[in-house]
């Protein structure tokens, strides 16, 4: 089993930033594609952003491209998600998940079938 803990959430002004945190725990596997995910209030959960093991490949939803980043450091198995450029459309829990052998690309297609998931952050942003 792999425990996966998202930290970092909380309440923005639009504009302000964050820097959201997910720490990998238990049989950690190595090779293994990490992402985050939202779901806002009435909502489908959607895609946000995903790193291939290495951290060298990256894919990030349309809606995010410019304004979040993405990293991990592999020592510590930990993924960041750096949200810049806050909106208020960008109101959600956010999730961390992982899938063992797969793209970065790949996370970013429905219908985000993944090996483990987090329970969520919740991120607000005001106007």
């Known amino acids: 089993q792999v425990q996966l803990v998202e930290s970092g959430g909380g309440l923005v002004q639009a504009g302000g930033s964050l820097r959201l945190s997910c720490a990998a725990s238990?049989?950690?596997?190595?090779?293994?594609?990490m992402g985050w995910f939202r779901q806002a209030p009435g909502k489908e959960r959607e895609f946000v952003a995903a790193?291939?093991?290495?951290?060298?490949?990256?894919w990030f939803a349309d809606s995010v491209k410019g304004r979040f980043t993405i990293s991990r450091d592999n020592a510590k198995n930990t993924v960041y998600l750096q949200m810049n450029s806050l909106k208020p459309e960008d109101t959600a829990v956010y999730y961390c998940?992982?899938?063992?052998?797969?793209?970065?690309?790949?996370?970013?297609?429905?219908?985000?079938?993944?090996?483990?998931w987090g329970k969520g952050t919740l991120v607000t942003v005001s106007s």
């Open positions: 790193i291939s093991w290495t951290g060298v490949s990256t």
């Open positions: 998940a992982t899938r063992w052998r797969t793209t970065a690309q790949a996370m970013g297609s429905p219908p985000y079938d993944m090996d483990y």
């Open positions: 238990g049989r950690t596997p190595s090779m293994y594609a």
